[in-house]
């Protein structure tokens, strides 16, 4: 999805979607950084940005370096969002050589798929930190606490594609949760071309994430969001560097 099938992410996929989410974090970010000298514009490193759909709604308040594996993704959060700096990165390994306020990692942190990809990305947010930093990472599915639906479909209508989304868990032992999306692409001469797109996602218990990123060096702990109106597990996890 988010290399060849990345244009299609704004049919499935738009700002509006993440408004209360954006508000909540705001919530959440401004609270951990305890304010600043006014006017307060704090430096935020968002990785796996995607689309930038939800930094779209943090522009006006933040300086903003946008990172994300695809550079098609990039692209188009780039055009949402022309004030931020957008590079490449694999959150488990980028080194910017720079330190900022806060760094987030939303929904992408999904992709992260075993406790060494968690540690990675938790050691990379560390060394983007001054001690007193603030990491914030919203998980879509907390073993224990997300029902992950096994066998459940949902499908999607936009105005150039439908789309059905399959989520299920193949082996509650393991870590990992599969999402498997089915695109239905009108072509100008009147055929429909049929796109299959397989993801795996992580699952892990809540307290796997507050001690990994304990020893990846932050005070770790939740803040809770409303799930009803934003998706996702209800959970940001939430750092503070030490
Ligand atoms: C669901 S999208 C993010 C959507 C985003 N929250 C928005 O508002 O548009 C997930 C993104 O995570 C990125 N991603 C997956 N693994 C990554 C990694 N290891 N490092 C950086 N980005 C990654 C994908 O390329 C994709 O763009």
């Known amino acids: 999805m988010y290399r060849e099938f990345a244009h299609l992410w704004q049919q499935i996929s738009a700002p509006e979607d993440y408004t209360e989410e954006a508000a909540e974090l705001r919530e959440v970010m401004f609270d951990l950084l305890q304010g600043g000298p006014e006017p307060y514009r704090p430096k935020v490193l968002e990785m796996g940005v995607g689309g930038g759909n939800s930094l779209s709604h943090m522009t006006d308040f933040v300086d903003a370096v946008a990172a994300d594996l695809s550079p098609e993704m990039l692209e188009i959060s780039q055009r949402l969002n022309p004030s ?7 959150m488990r390994t980028m080194r910017l050589d720079r330190t900022f306020d806060a760094v987030i990692v939303l929904d992408a942190i999904s992709y992260m798929l075993t406790v060494d990809d968690l540690h990675s990305t ?37 105005d150039e594609l439908s789309y059905a989304e399959y989520v299920h868990d193949p082996h509650p032992a393991d870590s ?16 429909v071309s049929v796109e299959e797109d397989r993801h795996l996602h992580g699952i892990f218990p809540l307290e796997t994430w507050l001690l990994t990123l304990r020893e990846a060096g932050f005070e770790s702990g939740t803040r809770r969001y409303n799930a009803d109106v934003s998706g ?6 939430t750092g503070v560097a030490i």
């Open 122 to 158: 938790f050691e990379t947010a560390r060394a983007h930190l001054e001690p007193g930093g603030v990491f914030i990472a919203g998980p879509d599915w907390l073993d224990g606490i997300t029902p992950v639906p096994n066998l459940s479909c949902k499908l999607g209508k936009a």
């Open 176 to 191: 990992q949760v599969e999402l498997i999306f089915n695109f239905f692409i009108p072509q100008p001469d009147g055929s």
């Open 84 to 90: 931020a700096e957008h590079v490449v990165g694999d």
């Open 232 to 237: 996702g597990s209800g959970y940001y996890i």
